[in-house]
């Protein structure tokens, strides 16, 4: 979730200690980078929650900090996202795709839930590129796949995994993001959000005057 706030991403697996810090440090890391991408010349007006719904173990690492990430940008921008696509990965500061352990374990997890329900030819899973020479999935994946019934697509940075996920562009351009990109429509509800939390500050302001000058 997300709205108007002070900049904090609260990570609810950690305040309810159930989350543990390597998985702490990733959603650390990911506030980075959506500060740095979206809010470099200004507050980053927000408040957000990541929370893993009925877990009621320990959850640890960061393989999911760019499926995290994600989430936060279509909760900001009110983006929907593919469901029928899993990703896995890791991020750093620069929203650079990093290599996770238990690769071929996790593609094979997926694919053994979509085949239970019917392959539909869209599903598919979303995995680091630096993985891609490690595989070394069972022959139903691979034919699943070599017949186009089921997807593996590799990512070098969390936007192509948001391109995926949204079906929009990324738009970067040298100095702004293109009309109709996710990154245009996440950094105009971020300009939003800074305009609405300095109208505010505006207003507590202005009546903390009259009320002393009263």
């Known amino acids: 979730t997300a709205r108007l706030g002070a900049g904090k991403v609260v990570d609810i697996e950690r305040e309810s200690k159930l989350g543990g810090e390597i998985h ?22 927000l408040s957000a929650s990541l929370v893993f719904e009925q877990s009621y173990g320990g959850v640890d690492g960061d393989s999911a900090s760019c499926a995290e990430l994600c989430v936060l940008l279509s909760a ?3 983006i929907p996202l593919a469901q029928h696509l ?3 990965g890791s991020m750093n500061q620069f929203g650079e795709v990093q290599a996770i352990g238990g690769v071929n374990e996790k593609i094979e997890g997926f694919f053994d839930i ?14 680091p590129a630096a993985n ?5 999935l ?17 990512a070098s940075h969390v936007e192509e995994v948001m391109e995926k996920l949204s079906g929009l562009a990324a738009g970067r351009e040298v100095d702004s993001f293109a009309a109709g990109s996710f990154n245009r429509l ?23 005057n009259g009320t002393d000058s009263g």
């Not at 702490?24 to 007006?45: E, F, H, N, Q, W």
């Not at 069972?138 to 590799?154: I, W």
């Not at 305009?195 to 505010?200: G, K, N, P, S, T």
């Open 24 to 45: 702490s440090k990733a959603v650390m890391i990911l506030s980075a980078y959506l500060a740095r991408t979206y809010a470099s010349d200004g507050p980053l007006a």
């Open 76 to 78: 900001i921008a009110e």
């Open 86 to 88: 899993a990703v896995t």
């Open 114 to 127: 979509c085949a239970a329900r019917g392959l539909s030819g869209e599903q598919g899973v979303i995995i």
């Open 132 to 136: 891609q020479p490690h595989l070394m």
């Open 138 to 154: 069972k022959p139903a994946v691979t034919a699943a796949v070599e017949t186009g019934k089921f997807h593996v697509y590799t």
């Open 186 to 208: 996440v950094a105009e509800r971020i300009k939003e959000l800074q305009q609405l939390r300095a109208a505010l500050a505006g207003s507590e302001k202005s009546q903390d």
